[in-house]
């Protein structure tokens, strides 16, 4: 499997790191959230993946984010959980 590896930088945002334009356009539309789990204050985290990508979505109360390990649109694996096992390896 072909990991893609997380760049330090990107422009001016600072903690650019996201694979494709797509996935960028994700989140600023706020579709897609990337952070620390930490820092989700206004939902909670569905499941237990682990990762700093989610898909958030709104529910009843505040919004539901679904970690996610591979990047919806172009395949490419983005969550830390997987990106330490490709490195243990
Ligand atoms: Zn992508």
Redesign the pocket.
């Known amino acids: 499997m072909r990991l893609w590896y997380k760049r330090s930088t990107r422009g001016d945002k600072g903690l650019g790191m ?3 334009n ?2 960028d356009q994700a989140i600023d539309r706020g579709i897609l959230y990337y952070g620390e789990k930490s820092r989700i204050d206004d939902g909670r985290i569905v499941n237990d993946l682990d990762s700093e990508y989610f898909i958030r979505t709104a529910s009843s109360r505040g919004y539901d984010y679904l970690g996610i390990n591979y ?1 919806p ?4 694996a983005l969550s830390h959980g997987l990106w330490m096992a490709e490195k243990k390896k």
């Not at 649109?73 to 490419?76: H, I, M």
Request: charged residues 10%.
């Open positions: 996201y694979c494709c797509l996935l990047c649109f172009c395949g490419r």
